[in-house]
């Protein structure tokens, strides 16, 4: 059996939920959101990732209502939203900092955009049950804010903005206060509820890992623009930039200069003197050109000795190591100062470790392993 | 020992300044009746001892005060001045008080200013200027005529209207500062809260504004409230012979009649009238304490 492949952005017949055409929003001569496009599909998870102050906010509080762009429009399931008011927008943001209503029980915050709706008594019953046992909060539907732990208040904010069943949710970093487990339980919530309700989420976050786990697709934004969208496979196997690169995840940078040696391969001269680097890409580089390499730690291979047969080897010296438990990064000092960080995950026990600070010892990796990026 | 100390000290003083001359005039209001002659009898006297004294005191007075009904009908008319005072404050205050609140972040303190600033001047002198105002000659209808609304000056001043434009005057920063400080408090991040669930922003204001508020608005009307009930110089000053306030009434027993006996008793009902809602005031403040720990 094959699960149908969820890629709508690779479907020109697929119309986008959200269209952001030309979007620019200044704050009196502050530029917060620059000549932005882009499309956001039905049933997306899309992550939101970025710099502090690239505008992340800025852009969901545009969608809910609260802001309104300077220049060019946004559409919803094909219409303008311009002019429709917050509260007639089929969109409900989850707040960063939950804005629950402090007068009302965990039970009236979660029911007051059904009670807006005018549903009946009954119908407002269920879901508003349904929601509480969702996000497993029954047990407090009788509390107020005041009354329950941070992780319940955020889980109070999302069941708050989950219960009208919008086609859209927007979740403004609404795991940034948890810790590390809870905030990954209910990542794994998120993604279930989004399966059961087909929600589409846009979701901003500060944690790389974070948008990795969930999102069908992650943006990196910077200054106000948007640097790449692609899943997370692509934005951490083949980033469009030195940035986007640097940006999510690990990262060795090496520039160089760039000289075709035949069908998409290039050498990579990046010191003087040393032997240059074999790089296979599908994207062309003219001769003389300066690029950079971005390599990941994890597939830089360390040896002891030069091993047979690598497209790429440099010699250098241990300067440091970073046992994170289950791996650890070696930081290795090449002749000429530079320093590449390697990989490995840690099969032995630490006292049987083969390789200690100030050992000499091999790098290696293969053609297809590193991304050349151009300036 | 310090911490004995350290309390003691406000209870002394509450001690000095309010239970022993409270002790003062519930004795006068149990005493006989005797116009402008102090000392009142009975008196403590060492030589027959407390039960002597203590059983010559009776209610005589009191029985006076519902004998007349120029008490009840004081009491009850203060009560009603009171409560539409308190409304009409609150009314003219919470606008002002959201409108300050709203205000841009720099405009606050110079708002807050404004507001305090006629605490500048001695209460006694703005009521006085009050009369100016509101007389028959006077800068409100001098201002009306010249612009053709009346040709008649209207009679305000000595009237009961005069009374609510002065106790309104008069309290509405008591009213403003308590519901600009839960307003101020308030996280606008709620009412974007409540318009993206789907309120407009009236019913916004009303589900999650007014709510929150709640505390400073019961805090203005007490505040408002308790003082105008026993308000005396203004009824006495912008008020008419018919403008009947048990403050007004206290001081004409106390000097003009010379009956302090009878004035004594009329404090005390006074005083229990207050504690209910002074006891109503204290337990939302201590809610709100509890409600913001
Ligand atoms: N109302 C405003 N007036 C002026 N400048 C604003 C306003 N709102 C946001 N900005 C500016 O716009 C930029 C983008 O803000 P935004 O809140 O979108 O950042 P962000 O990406 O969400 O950052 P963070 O990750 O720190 O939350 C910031 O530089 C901010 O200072
Ligand atoms: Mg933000």
């Known amino acids: 059996m094959t699960l149908p492949v969820f890629e709508p952005w690779n479907d020109p017949e697929a119309k986008p939920l959200i269209e952001f055409q030309n979007v620019t929003k200044r704050f009196g001569d502050f530029t917060a959101i620059d000549d932005l496009t882009i499309g956001i599909y039905e049933r997306e998870f899309f992550a939101l990732l970025g710099p502090s102050g690239c505008g992340k906010t800025t852009l969901m509080r545009m969608l809910a209502g609260f802001e309104t762009p300077t220049e060019g429009k946004i559409f919803l399931s094909g219409q303008d939203i311009a002019p429709v008011p917050p509260n007639k927008r089929a969109v409900n943001m989850m707040f960063q900092s939950y804005a629950l209503f402090p007068h009302l029980s965990i039970w009236d915050n979660i029911a007051f955009g059904l009670k807006r709706e005018g549903q009946s008594k009954a119908e407002i019953e269920t879901r508003v049950s349904d929601m509480l046992r969702l996000t497993r909060l029954e047990k407090f539907a009788r509390r107020k804010p005041h009354q329950i732990s941070g992780g319940q208040r955020q889980r109070v904010a999302l069941a708050r903005s989950l219960a009208k069943a919008p086609k859209l949710l927007l979740l403004d970093e609404p795991l940034g206060a948890l810790d590390k487990k809870l905030r990954q339980d209910t990542q794994f919530e998120l993604m279930d509820i989004q399966e059961k309700t087909g929600t589409t989420f846009v979701i901003v976050t500060h944690d790389q890992e974070e948008a990795m786990t969930v999102a069908s697709r992650v943006a990196v934004m910077d200054n106000g623009k948007i640097i790449q969208v692609a899943t997370p496979a692509d934005i951490y196997e083949a980033p469009n930039s030195t940035y986007v690169a640097d940006f999510i995840g690990d990262v060795n940078l090496i520039e160089g200069t760039v000289k075709p040696t035949g069908d998409a391969t290039y050498a990579l001269h990046w010191r003087e003197g040393a032997e240059p680097l074999t790089v296979k890409t599908a994207t062309g580089f003219s001769d003389g050109q300066t690029a950079h390499l971005a390599i990941r730690p994890e597939k830089v291979t360390i040896s002891a000795e030069r091993p047979d047969g690598a497209d790429n080897a440099v010699e250098g010296k241990v300067l440091d190591i970073a046992y994170l438990g289950n791996i650890s990064t070696y930081h290795v000092e090449l002749p000429s100062g530079v320093v590449i960080k390697a990989q490995t995950a840690n099969t032995r026990r630490i006292s049987r470790r083969a390789f200690t600070w100030e050992d000499t010892v091999w790098l290696s990796w293969t053609a297809t392993a590193g991304v050349l990026l151009a300036d | ?293």
């Open chain 2, 1 to 293: 020992m310090r911490r004995f100390a350290l309390i003691s000290i406000p209870y002394l003083w509450l001690l000095a300044l309010f239970l022993v001359p409270f002790a003062i005039v519930l004795k006068i209001s149990l005493s006989d009746v005797a116009l402008a002659r102090p000392p009142y009898m009975p008196q403590f006297d060492w030589a027959t001892g407390l039960w002597a004294f203590l059983s010559e005191l009776d209610f005589e007075n009191f029985v006076w005060l519902t004998q007349d009904d120029l008490y009840w009908k004081a009491y009850l008319s203060s009560l009603q001045i009171a409560f539409f005072s308190t409304l009409l404050t609150l009314l003219a205050g919470y606008p002002i008080a959201y409108g300050m609140a709203r205000a841009p972040e720099e405009w606050r303190a110079t708002l807050m200013m404004l507001v305090i600033l006629p605490f500048w001047t001695s209460f006694l002198i703005r009521v006085y200027a009050w009369m100016g105002i509101l007389s028959n000659e006077g800068f409100l209808n001098q201002a009306l005529l010249w612009l053709g609304v009346i040709n008649e000056p209207l009679t305000i001043l000595n009237t009961n209207t005069a009374v609510y434009i002065g106790v309104v005057y008069t309290y509405l920063p008591f009213m403003i500062l308590p519901i600009y400080a839960a307003l101020e408090r308030m996280d606008d991040s709620l009412i974007e809260a409540a318009e993206d669930l789907g309120c407009s922003r009236l019913s916004a204001f009303w589900l999650v504004t007014v709510p929150l508020s709640k505390s400073g608005i019961v805090a203005g009307c007490f505040l408002v409230f308790i003082p105008t009930l026993g308000e005396f110089v203004i009824p006495s000053l912008l008020g008419g012979s018919d403008t009947l306030m048990i403050g007004k009434v206290l001081w004409e027993e106390f000097f003009s009649n010379r009956d302090w006996p009878v004035a004594s008793a009329v404090a005390v009902v006074l005083l229990l009238l207050l504690i209910v809602p002074i006891v109503l005031f204290q337990r939302n403040q201590q809610k709100q304490q509890e409600a913001e720990q």
